[in-house]
């Protein structure tokens, strides 16, 4: 624990569970640094070959549906 246990401010700096590390905060940083770093080296290459006149293609609306006790029949249908 960061401070004591019972104190609203404490967070947990590693999670052990018999023996195995399941979570640890130094490793946490280290990887959510890593994803950034990896999530600008690809966009900084999507603009490189949009620049470069790659062909580019409009990003696609997902749609949420959103399921019901009546959805099932409706789906089959379709």
């Known amino acids: 624990w960061t401070d004591n246990p019972l104190s609203i401010y404490a967070r947990a700096s590693k999670t ?20 950034q770093t990896e999530r600008a080296r690809i966009i900084q290459k999507m603009i490189a070959a949009k620049k470069g006149g790659e062909p580019t293609q409009k990003p696609r609306r997902q749609r949420n549906i959103e399921y019901h006790c009546d959805t099932v029949g409706a789906i089959e249908e379709q």
């Open 16 to 35: 052990i569970v018999d023996g195995i590390i399941y979570y640890d905060s130094d490793e946490d940083v280290k990887l959510r640094n890593e994803i």
